[in-house]
């Protein structure tokens, strides 16, 4: 088991602006703990913090046993990396380290096969024995069974970039809750999840026995699957920090009480506050007249520095008011129309069809959402939309700078006359 303990840390922007203002919790042992707070409030920060990417301008993190770590680009890997590389990522250092040895030593015996390098990859693959490398492949090929459905051996070299944002996260959860660390700090781990994958981790976390702080704006998942909240709330010197011990289920009532406490302390501070200033101006006056009055005066004024250098209580935090305004003029009745639709996976994934072909339309107005499976083709579906379809005319063309890439497909997508798409990205 293991616990984390943050201890009145402090952190600074880069021009000087304060993020973090002394922020104190404890994370016990096998506890599940959500930490929420506004965007842009210092979460991720409070997490690279904690798992020392990041050297705190204030205050300590203490914890006990071995940390797993899921940073928030997971779900967004476009680059050369592999499936092997992403579990290496959150595997234990000794592993990871052991492992890339060997990946270096088979590219040096690749590119000179002399005797030094045969020496250092036979020295490779014996750390990676003694190491416990084997053993751990075992793991891997039952996280990639559960997690793509084919073995480790099969999937290591596939790259990242032919998984769906919801294929690497399920990949990485999978490697991080069936590994060997006690303590897990998960950054938006739920992001890319299609409906039953939220559901089997709402599930595993709850099983859970390691100790795990999670970042997520997802409420369901924050109400089903954690012991307490910690929010971190924006203030003029940085953000603090306070937990509520109990789930998201009843945290809006417990903040909710927290804010009507804070303005009632604040409202009796200013009430002593003037209290104290009219007392210091009374004393002032008599003692203008009355010598005997000068210590009285002056005990008076120390009372009041005193006050004000404590300074008043928490003040409440700002609510946000967020708004959003879709903008768009009317079109033809029919917005889009498919017929015998048919997704084809990207040449480089091997399978070819994504969905059997499908008939639909979407009428001028209508509200219409897009589930299914991770990998099933929701986000290649949107994004030959947002190209305009399959052959689009000028009048189709997308809104922006940004042009979606070519999606394969067989069959007809078409937008109706006067149609222009707008494309929010799954990874802005």
């Not at 781990?189 to 702080?213: F, I, M």
């Not at 639909?360 to 379809?389: I, M, T």
């Amino acid at each position: 088991m293991g616990h984390i303990d943050v201890n009145q840390i402090s952190y600074a922007l880069p021009d000087g602006r304060p993020l973090l203002d002394e922020v104190s919790f404890r994370v016990g042992d096998g506890a599940v703990v959500a930490l929420v707070g506004p965007n842009g409030s210092g979460k991720t920060t409070l997490l690279r913090i904690i798992a020392g990417d990041l050297d705190a301008h204030g205050g300590a993190v203490t914890r006990s046993g071995g940390l797993g770590v899921m940073r928030q680009f997971i779900g967004s890997v476009r680059d050369d990396s592999t499936v092997r590389d992403l579990l290496i990522a959150v595997a234990p250092e000794r592993i990871a380290k052991a492992a890339r040895a060997v990946d270096d030593a088979e590219l040096a015996i690749m590119e000179v096969d002399d005797v030094p390098a045969q020496m250092a990859y036979a020295q490779a693959l014996a750390d990676w024995g003694d190491f416990g490398g084997y053993e751990y492949e075992t793991v891997w090929d039952t996280v990639t069974m559960a997690a793509l459905g084919i073995g480790f051996e099969q999937a290591q070299y596939r790259r990242a970039a032919t998984l769906s944002g919801g294929e690497q996260k399920r990949l990485v959860l999978e490697a991080l809750l069936q590994g060997p660390e006690e303590v897990l700090l998960l950054d938006e781990p739920d992001n890319y999840l299609d409906v039953p994958g939220k559901r089997w981790l709402e599930a595993r976390l709850r099983d859970t026995d390691k100790t795990v702080l999670l970042v997520s704006h997802d409420r369901e998942l924050l109400s089903a699957a954690t012991d307490r909240v910690i929010t971190l709330e924006p203030g003029a010197s940085g953000a603090g920090a306070w937990m509520h011990p109990g789930s998201f289920a009843t945290w809006h009532e417990a903040r909710q009480a927290r804010n009507a406490d804070l303005e009632q302390r604040l409202r009796r501070w200013e009430e002593e506050l003037a209290k104290l200033r009219k007392l210091v101006l009374m004393y002032k006056q008599k003692a203008a007249y009355n010598d005997g009055l000068a210590s009285r005066y002056q005990a008076a004024q120390t009372r009041l520095r005193k006050f004000e250098e404590a300074g008043p209580p928490e003040k409440v935090s700002v609510e946000q008011n967020v708004r959003m305004r879709l903008s768009g003029g009317r079109t033809a009745k029919r917005a889009v129309t498919c017929t015998d639709l048919e997704l084809l996976a990207p040449e480089e994934n091997g399978a070819d069809s994504l969905m059997r072909p499908f008939d639909c339309e979407v009428w001028y107005g209508e509200r219409v959402g897009v589930l299914g499976s991770n990998g099933s083709g929701k986000s290649h579906f949107l994004r030959l939309l947002a190209a305009g379809g399959s052959d689009p005319e000028v009048e189709h063309r997308p809104v922006g700078e940004v042009a979606p890439p070519a999606v394969r497909h067989t069959g007809i997508a078409k937008l109706g006359s006067r149609v222009r798409p707008g494309w929010f990205a799954q990874t802005q």
